[in-house]
Structures are given as C-alpha cells and as structure tokens.
C-alpha cells in the first residue's frame, strides 16, 4: 500500500504531523542559574522539568549547568519559538546541595 520510497523520503517524519516529533530533538531551552548573591551556580547538577503552554510535561531530568550558570536541555524541534517553563527543585536528600535550589523560568525555545 506504502512504498518504500514515501517513508524514504521522509513524507511520514514525525514532524509532519501535529503532535509528532516527539523524538525528534532539535529546539533547545537555556536558562541561567545565580546564586542569592548573583555569583552564577557553575557546575551543579540540577533535576529539571520542563512544562509547555498546555501545562503538558515534555522534558525532566537531571542537567549539569556550565562555569556561567547555564542550563541547556534538549527538546523536541516541534517547540521552537514557542514559550515554555523550566522548572527545577532538588528535594532528594542525596542532592547536592539538596532542597536549596529551587526556581522558574520562562524562556523561548530556540
């Protein structure tokens, strides 16, 4: 019924339908993390989730910010230009540092 050649030339990517590209990676999220005296939190791994306009969950896990702070995830390329939240929490009592960082963000994905 399908020929080979439809889903060859990438007719059926998962981007082309609404919802697809799920798996698709392609957009990013950057958000900076500071501490309370505005020196930037480097090299801390921090559980993350991300949440899109329709207060749907699209990304969690765990990121290592970089020597300024910033956090970048991966995220489905379907998201680009689009708002989304970042939200992080360390609560598990093995986290370093644990329960102390907390925040929100909003960013554009890019």
């Known amino acids: 019924m399908f020929s080979g050649g439809l889903f060859g030339g990438n007719l059926f990517a998962g981007t082309y339908f609404y919802g697809g590209g799920e798996g698709s990676l392609g957009a990013t999220a950057t958000t900076t993390w500071r ?3 505005g020196a930037a939190l480097a090299g801390v791994a921090l559980d ?11 990304a969690n896990g ?3 910010t970089d020597s ?6 991966q ?7 689009d ?12 986290m370093e ?3 102390r ?3 929100q963000q909003v960013v554009t994905a890019t």
């Open 35 to 37: 501490k309370k005296n």
């Open 48 to 58: 993350y989730w991300v949440i899109d306009a329709m207060d749907e969950l699209i």
């Open 62 to 64: 765990t990121g290592t």
């Open 83 to 94: 708002p989304i939240l970042v939200v992080i929490n360390n609560l598990a009592t093995d």
């Open 97 to 99: 540092p644990s329960g």
């Open 75 to 81: 995220l489905p390329q379907r998201y680009v230009g």
């Open 68 to 73: 300024s702070g910033s956090l970048t995830i």
């Open 101 to 103: 960082i907390q925040g």
